[in-house]
């Protein structure tokens, strides 16, 4: 029975792995359905972590199939979320270093020394 219910725990956590890999990291909209998805990833790593530490607990050959397609899904997400914050970082320096230089041309400039001209004369 142990290694039905960490069999089960792990496709549960395969298909929320798989459902993070087809979100849209370009679509705000997702931001939210990630953050719900990263919370329940969570909470099923603890549940796998206290049913290993259970006496007498081993994966099956299954199980060990399963946590590999999981690793190698999880590199594949950390590298697309490696990229995009890479890009916004650098979008974020873009910017920034247009904001210093639209400062160089269109700063205030301050005359100490004034010419008053009469109009009158």
Known sequence: MKSSASENLLLELRDITRAISDLDLENEADYESLHSLQYDQAQLREKIDQLSQMNGFSYTESDRSILLECIELEKTNNEAFAQKRQAARM???????????????????????????????
């Open 91 to 121: 979008e974020l320096n873009r910017i920034n270093e247009s904001r210093k230089s639209k400062g160089a041309y269109l700063g205030e400039y301050t005359q100490h020394v004034g010419y008053f001209i009469d109009s009158q004369q």
